[in-house]
């Protein structure tokens, strides 16, 4: 059509007299004869492909490459020949074609390249959208944008299912490392595909879902393994904390090559879920008011073994990739509450330690002060009320004593 309707511009136009318009003639006739002949196919029960190649046609080809090319627009625009087909019929091709695509993101099986095939589908699809119309192209990014996520979320669901009922088989862990390490695929994908780092939560949330399931998973033994050497401090009445701290740690790192196979930045969040358990549980300990210390030599004593026990517990987590820095302060500072004497100078490391902690609350305090068996219950009480003022917080803040009960 394209190279006739030339030869009718370059070799009849100049053999006719103007009020002939030879060229609106076999314009119009090939533009009746196509228009009819799709109105025809459109009718039919069209395939996926057949679908896609007609609205490719109609809304990208025939306009573009035929309308409006280099030789034939400047006679072609002026007649208004107008679509191939008729608005409605486009719209009903438009919303089969997006149906079509949206089936595609919702295979049936998962393997080691999901998100690669998953990325790549939602790809195809908003090209094919913008090959037909840049409009259509934008309308199947916002549509495939909520069918990713619901995707996403079926597959942190079938995940969770998994690790319940999956613990039996023999290539577990390496099944649960395999798809935690694929969150990092997704993300990397979908941020190379829309050029952003910030993703919406609705894609992000089911991401950050699985890998935290999968990290308790992984954890979970390890932690199991812990708990009674952690119950050593307070049944010894901490009489040997720096053997049984290196115990724990010894512990951990005999454990760590099983997380080997995890991407390194999830290695590190790993050992980041780990150094805080460790001062976490530490603290537990702490807080157990079965060790009161009647004076301020003991305190002190009591204060030194935790400045060690904290200083091992950091090296150890630092050398293996953990980046909690904001855990740094957890146990020193405490440890200076516990060595020092004076009610004011508590109060101030109170407040201190407060703005570094702001879940750190009365309940926390007063199971640290009752190590302190030597406060009047005057100047607990006046120390506790440091805790009214608000002395602003360091950003960011995570979660610490709110995951620690006290009686």
């Known amino acids: 059509m394209k190279e006739d309707l030339e030869a009718v511009v370059e070799r009849l136009k100049p053999l006719f007299p103007a009020e002939v318009d030879v060229v609106a003639a076999y314009a119009e006739s090939y533009h009746r004869h196509f228009a009819a002949q799709l109105a025809a196919m459109a009718q039919f029960e069209l395939c996926e492909r057949d679908t896609y190649m007609l609205l ?19 006679e072609l625009q002026r007649l208004r020949l107008g679509s191939l087909l008729p608005p409605r019929q486009i719209r009903l091709l438009e919303a089969t074609f997006l149906s ?5 993101p919702a295979p049936g099986h998962c393997h080691s390249e999901l998100a690669i095939d998953i990325i790549q589908i939602v790809s195809q699809g908003q090209a094919k959208a913008e090959s037909i119309t840049l409009d259509l192209g934008t309308q199947i990014k916002q549509m495939l944008l909520l069918e990713l996520a619901t995707f996403l979320r079926s597959y942190q669901r079938a995940f969770d299912e998994f690790l319940e009922r999956g613990k039996q088989l023999r290539n577990y862990r390496a099944n649960v490392i395999a798809n935690i390490n694929n969150c990092l695929s997704f993300r990397t994908a979908m941020q190379q595909k829309w050029q952003t780092q910030d993703l919406p939560g609705h894609l992000l949330g089911p991401l950050s879902e699985l890998k935290s399931h999968g990290f308790d998973t992984l954890l979970q033994s390890l932690f199991g393994d812990l708990k009674p050497l952690f119950k050593r401090f307070t049944q010894t009445r901490w009489a040997a904390p720096a053997q049984t701290l290196e115990e724990i740690i010894s512990t951990v790192g005999e454990r760590l090559p099983e997380f080997s196979e995890l991407h390194d930045c999830f290695r590190e969040e790993l050992m980041e879920i780990v150094h805080l358990h460790l001062v976490k549980e530490y603290i537990v300990r702490l807080s157990k008011r079965s060790l009161v210390l009647k004076s301020a030599e003991q305190q002190q004593q009591l204060a030194g ?16 990739g953990s980046p909690a820095t904001w855990l740094h302060h957890a146990l020193p500072k ?12 508590i109060k101030i490391e109170v407040a201190t330690y407060a703005a570094w902690y702001p879940d750190f609350s009365k309940g926390h305090l007063s199971a640290i002060l009752a190590i302190k068996g030597n406060l009047s219950s005057s100047e607990v009480k006046s120390i506790r009320s440091i805790l009214d003022v608000s002395t602003g917080t360091h950003e960011p803040f995570k979660s610490l004593f709110s995951l620690i009960k006290v009686g």
């Open 56 to 74: 490719v046609w109609v809304q990208n080809l025939y306009p573009n490459d035929i309308i409006n090319s280099p030789k034939l627009a400047g």
């Open 100 to 104: 079509n695509e949206m089936v595609s």
């Open 305 to 320: 073994h935790i400045l060690a026990n904290a200083e091992l517990i950091q090296r150890f987590c630092t050398q293996n």
């Open 334 to 345: 405490l440890a200076e509450i516990i060595r020092l004497q004076d009610p004011s100078a």
